[in-house]
């Protein structure tokens, strides 16, 4: 399924890119797909250890705007789903 | 008495007498300073008029009655004490909403009115003649204002500080305030603002044009020692912490205009929706990359989110400004539809120059878009202009015309609230109270709508800003959709805000530091030993007394309310696709929580808390 992934912050300014269009197999298959493009290193951007199972907890992941962590069921992906991450931001 | 300077001053400018009186530290005990000292402060006037015969609501908030104050905290200009640069400033009515006026700046003219040897300066009265208060080394001076009413905000500065002959910190007026444009802010240290309210129009209606502040005491500590050790740990976790450490420095808070969009609570177009395809072109990411120069902190802070920036050419050319910050590219762009950041930053410096608070000019234009967009608002009216959706010439010249109250500017000048009244669509003032609302869409973040809702100054974020938990995952993630326990969160986050404002320092701390940190901080300072559990209690007395006066005013339950389409309009698009804020389940829960009844608080409740 092809979907788009988004960067923000520090990390479209390390990885030199706003936005990718990757074709995954699953949710979990999107960042892989996007680390072929953006380097291994990505990887550990989203992935909090070195088996790359958890997602990493300061990270602000969304599906469609839906963080990830308020969404209780397994997150199933569509065709144009936006993904976006962001490193943690804040202000008021 | 470690941690205040022990002196407060009382300047009538009805009979131009100045006082120095000892600071109430019973008082102090029990609201700490700032905000809370303010508010303890204010309730005693509106006692002594009751026993005049004069009630709460009879108070004008533009007339000689209404009383004007400026207070800092134990930790206002302590080094050490982490953001510590920011004062508060409060009056018993705001002239926008009738409710108590409250405004918060950073810069550092909190700290230089405790070295100028006071930790509060209260303004009573009204003078007939343009005046500025000169307080200087531990004396206060009224001196004549006559020559410098009219001009704006950077050229007040500029002289009073000539004219002072040493370091010193101006807050003044522009021609907003001395117009009494109802949502006139007063700007200090030159883009800093007590934005909010009009308290700007309150100074302007005394004729008090400027407050000079300087001075070479420095407020003690109690306990040094202990204080330096965790004020190293505090500012360790501050420097430590992604957000403050890293997120705010590098691109300020406009960083968050993408994940608010993103999350699809970035109000567009007077809120008719919450995402906006174009954000990006506004965002933090775009201004760091095309306009910042540098940055610039407030006094003692170790974040500085603070943008300078410049826009080298064309049409909107200013060569150095400061922000614009993530509320006003919100208010002065993305809901005016106006996705040209150059425009965005040279409304926002004539914000600054005029003296306007950015939220409700910006807010207030967007109405009148929406207004014209449906028909409300005549031809005749608009003297020619084109007042479309995303004109930015347009949003430039009407920031002129409401400081000088021009043509449509005088229906501007009014803010959202009255102008949706008077040309007949009361319902599209995205307002609370009368004060028009942040930058973030209810509908897809329901804490917030509760905030909001029972904010004491009117529709504000920065009393209890659970986006922190709802979108941000700070201090933990709790889904924005959902309205379970929110009640409770939005208590804590209002009680503990009201610490960090009568403190006073800056509430971006809060993304590093809880109410731990703030009790070992304050303790060494003050020499009092504090618990969280003693500041939270302090917190929550300063909310329900504030919460007694407005009531005063007539301010009830019904008044906690939301505007209708954040009720019933479902929102269209994005994350929040379909939703309304369920707000009479929350206030239930929530009034329950405060030990509220139709949103005044209990005899039960005011006793619990030591209120009188």
């Not at chain 2, 890293?246 to 960083?255: H, N, R």
């Not at chain 2, 021009?406 to 609230?417: D, I, M, N, T, V």
Request: glycine share 10%; with cysteine.
């Amino acid at each position: 399924m092809k979907v788009r992934i988004k960067l923000f912050a520090t990390l479209r300014e390390k990885y030199g890119k706003k936005e990718l269009a990757v074709d995954a197999e699953d949710f979990r298959d999107v960042f892989y797909k996007a680390s072929e493009v953006l380097g291994k290193e990505f990887l550990k951007e989203v992935f909090q250890n070195r088996e790359l199972k958890e997602f990493r907890d300061d990270r602000i992941i969304t599906i469609n705007g839906r963080n990830i962590k308020d969404i209780k069921d397994e997150i199933r992906i569509k065709e144009g789903d936006v993904i976006a991450v962001f490193p943690p931001v804040a202000g008021g | 008495m470690k941690g205040y300077t022990g002196k407060t001053l009382f300047v009538n400018l009805s009979d131009g007498t100045v006082k120095t009186r000892p600071t109430d530290m019973e008082i102090a005990r029990k609201y700490l300073g700032g905000k809370g000292y303010a508010v303890r402060l204010l309730y005693d006037y509106l006692i002594d008029y009751e026993k005049k015969g004069i009630a709460a609501r009879d108070i004008n908030p533009l007339g000689e009655e209404n009383v004007l104050i400026f207070a800092t905290g134990p930790a206002t200009g302590i080094v050490g004490f982490p953001e510590s640069g920011r004062y508060h400033v409060m009056a018993l009515r705001s002239p926008l909403t009738g409710s108590i006026a409250s405004a918060n700046s950073g810069g550092r003219w909190g700290p230089f009115l405790k070295f100028a040897g006071f930790d509060a300066i209260i303004i009573e009265g009204k003078s007939e003649e343009p005046v500025y208060l000169e307080v200087l080394d531990g004396t206060a001076e009224i001196r004549c204002a006559k020559d410098i009413w009219g001009k704006n905000v950077f050229e007040t500065e500029k002289i009073l500080k000539k004219r002072a002959g040493r370091r010193c910190s101006v807050a003044c007026i522009g021609p907003a305030g001395e117009n009494q444009v109802l949502f006139a802010c007063i700007m200090n240290d030159e883009h800093r603002a007590a934005g909010r309210t009009g308290v700007g129009a309150i100074m302007g209606s005394k004729k008090l044009k400027a407050i000079v502040v300087g001075g070479d005491s420095r407020p003690e500590v109690a306990k040094p020692d202990e204080f330096e050790e965790v004020s190293k740990e505090a500012i360790n976790k501050i420097r430590n912490n992604p957000v403050t450490g890293e997120g705010l420095p590098k691109y300020g808070t406009a960083i968050l205009v993408n994940i608010i969009n993103n999350a699809g609570i970035l109000p567009y177009k007077n809120w008719q929706t919450g995402y906006n395809d174009k954000a990006d072109e506004i965002s933090g990411e775009t201004l760091a990359e095309k306009y910042l120069t540098k940055n610039r902190a407030c006094w003692g802070c170790q974040i500085g989110c603070g943008r300078v920036t410049a826009v080298k050419e064309g049409c909107f050319q200013i060569l150095y400004s400061e922000g614009p910050e993530y509320e006003s590219i919100w208010a002065l762009g993305n809901t005016t539809g106006v996705m040209q950041l150059d425009a965005i930053i040279k409304a926002n410096h004539l914000c600054d120059e005029l003296g306007l608070d950015t939220i409700s000019m910006g807010s207030t234009i967007a109405a009148a878009m929406e207004l014209r967009e449906k028909g409300y608002i005549p031809d005749e009216v608009l003297e020619g202009l084109d007042l479309r959706f995303g004109n930015a010439t347009v949003l430039v010249e009407l920031i002129w015309r409401t400081a000088y109250k021009a043509g449509f500017g005088r229906y501007l000048a009014l803010g959202s609230k009255r102008l949706a009244e008077i040309f007949g669509a009361p319902d599209l003032s995205m307002s609370v109270k009368g004060l028009e609302l942040p930058a973030y869409d209810p509908r897809g973040a329901k804490g917030i709508g509760l905030t909001y809702a029972t904010a004491n100054r009117g529709g504000c974020h920065v009393t209890g800003y659970t986006i922190s938990p709802e979108i941000l995952g700070l201090p933990e993630k709790i889904d924005p959709l959902t309205i379970e326990g929110k009640a409770k969160w939005v208590k804590a986050f209002q009680d503990f805000t009201c610490v960090v404002n009568s403190a006073v320092n800056c509430l971006f701390t809060t993304f590093a530091l809880g109410a731990e940190d703030y009790a070992a901080l304050l303790s060494p300072v003050t020499g009092w030993d504090m618990s969280a559990e003693d500041l939270m209690k302090i917190g929550e007395r300063i909310y329900n007394l504030e919460r007694v006066i407005i009531s005063k005013y007539g301010f009830d339950g019904k008044d906690d309310s939301l505007p209708k389409r954040l009720l019933t309009e479902p929102m269209p698009e994005g994350a929040a696709r379909g939703h309304v804020v369920e707000l009479e389940k929350m206030k239930e829960e929530y009034y329950k929580l405060r030990g509220w009844v139709n949103g005044v608080p209990t005899e039960e409740k005011l006793k619990e808390l030591e209120i009188p």
